[in-house]
Nanobody, 122 residues
Framework: VQLQASGGGLVQAGGSLRLSCAGSARTFSGYAMGWFRQAPGKEREPVAGISWNGGSIYYADSVKGRFTISRDNAKNTVYLQMNSLKPEDTAVYFC????????????????WGQGTLVTVSS
């Protein structure tokens, strides 16, 4: 497994979770990373992206002000801090390594983690 996502779970609306995605140095080092999510019956959508050095960050409008993406290059890990969670945030969350130019386009990502389920109850 090249990327390992963890940290999902069941939380009440308004609560918080922190997702982690760890990889090997070869997989992680020097690459931009992103988080996507896929809710039941819906297409996978971008959530957040971060450049290799953290200098450029993207958020989907639906999570701006509530989610924070960060990375620790020494640990080869990217994080997604999720606050003020809503039932509509319920989805499987995937981390991925970006090779292309577009943070929002899943085809620009070449290595994917296995996904971690986040369930937000109302």
């Amino acid at each position: 497994v090249q990327l390992q996502a963890s940290g999902g779970g069941l939380v009440q609306a308004g609560g918080s979770l922190r997702l982690s995605c760890a990889g090997s140095a070869r997989t992680f080092s020097g690459y931009a990373m992103g988080w996507f999510r896929q809710a039941p019956g819906k297409e996978r959508e971008p959530v957040a992206g971060i450049s290799w050095n953290g200098g450029s960050i993207y958020y989907a409008d639906s999570v701006k002000g509530r989610f924070t993406i960060s990375r620790d290059n020494a640990k080869n890990t990217v994080y997604l801090q999720m606050n003020s969670l809503k039932p509509e945030d319920t989805a499987v969350y995937f981390c991925a390594r970006r090779r292309g130019a577009n943070y929002r386009d899943s085809v620009d990502y070449d290595v994917w983690g296995q996904g971690t389920l986040v369930t937000v109850s109302s």
